[in-house]
Nanobody
Framework: QVQLVESGGGLAQAGGSLRLSCAAS????????VGWFRQAPGREREVVVT????????YYADSVKGRFTISRDNAKNTVYLQMNLLKPEDTAVYYC?????????????????WGQGTQVTVSS
């Protein structure tokens, strides 16, 4: 059974930091691209950041550039999202997703497996 499990969400103050983790089981993580997406109430799911299979290729949404950093440890089947300088507008449910391709995509429809999501709330 394939599972992606996010952790690390919670409440942070503006300017603070959180680190999200996405642990995979039941699939070979090392040959898959991974993305972090988020969805705020009343809004569509949007891409935050993606990473290719090796970690050598990343894409960041303009809204998080310079503040968020994605990394992966294929030996641990885990992808991380370090979020610094958090803003209230970062408040959302954050999802990790994996696709059956080595290269990443910013289109959520191109991802095959999704985690259950973790809530991130940033207070002003």
């Amino acid at each position: 059974q394939v599972q992606l499990v996010e952790s690390g969400g919670g409440l942070a103050q503006a300017g603070g930091s959180l680190r999200l983790s996405c642990a995979a089981s039941g699939l070979t993580f090392s040959n898959r691209a991974v993305g972090w997406f988020r969805q705020a109430p009343g809004r569509e799911r949007e891409v935050v950041v993606t990473i290719n299979w090796s970690g050598g290729g990343t894409y960041y949404a303009d809204s998080v550039k310079g503040r968020f950093t994605i990394s992966r440890d294929n030996a641990k089947n885990t992808v991380y999202l370090q979020m610094n300088l958090l803003k209230p507008e970062d408040t959302a449910v954050y999802y990790c997703a994996a696709r059956a391709h080595v290269d990443a995509s910013s289109n959520p429809d191109e991802y095959d497996y999704w985690g259950q999501g973790t809530q991130v709330t940033v207070s002003s």
